[in-house]
């Protein structure tokens, strides 16, 4: 999978950040920067997996901005095996908590879990384009605007789990922090101070 420049990863993390935010000029802004210094599958693949976090009418009118603003024409449809891939990509993600994550959403509602596994990894996370890491740290910056610890909480440890440094995960912070509230950007950095607690020192 492609990996991006250091600098057109920033990019990135703060596409991922502000389609969270909800700021149409800020968004316009970065899809310019973005243009010019992010390979356009890796643009069209953050805008793509932020349906899974913000609905489908976010993901929907972003890409059609970015139409309008990069010029490009969109790909030709590609079918995958998404359950396998979501399996295996699901699996690198969440590493030992990979079954007991399976399990607890199962509890839920089984179609959940299936859509979890085949739609959330296999169709959209794990698709070509963008690395897995790159991936969990966008989401990691889009969460923390979002305010949602749990979630927030599970994707640092993911980032962690596919290889990402604790520096990659606190840049990807430090975007979100930028368009969060200040009570949730309070809670994000609790969260991550509880994931990089030693095991038995959380909480």
Not at 12 to 19: F, N, T
Not at 79 to 108: D, H, I, K, M, T
């Amino acid at each position: 999978m492609t990996t991006p420049a250091p600098d057109s990863l920033e990019v990135l993390l703060r596409l991922s950040a502000v389609l969270a935010s909800r700021n149409d000029e800020e968004l316009d802004s970065t899809m310019h920067v973005a243009a010019e210094r992010c390979g356009t599958h890796a643009v069209e693949e953050v805008i793509l997996q932020s349906y899974l976090f913000l609905g489908y009418p976010i993901a929907l009118n972003a890409m059609a901005r970015w139409r309008a603003i990069s010029g490009v024409r969109p790909p030709e449809d590609a079918a995958a095996e998404w359950l396998e891939r979501g399996q295996e990509v699901c699996g690198s993600v969440y590493g030992g908590q990979y079954r007991r994550l399976r399990a607890n959403v199962r509890r839920l509602h089984p179609d959940m879990e299936r859509w979890m596994v085949e739609e959330g990894y296999g169709k959209v996370l794990g698709r070509p384009g963008l690395s897995v890491q790159d991936r969990e740290l966008c989401i990691v910056a889009q969460l923390v605007v979002l305010d949602v610890p749990r979630q927030l909480h599970s994707h640092l440890r993911g980032a962690l789990n596919v290889g990402a440094a604790d520096s990659a995960v606190d840049a990807a912070l430090r975007v979100g922090l930028e368009f969060a509230q200040p009570e949730a950007g309070q809670r994000a950095s609790e969260t991550w101070q509880s994931v990089r607690a030693p095991a038995g020192q959380e909480g």
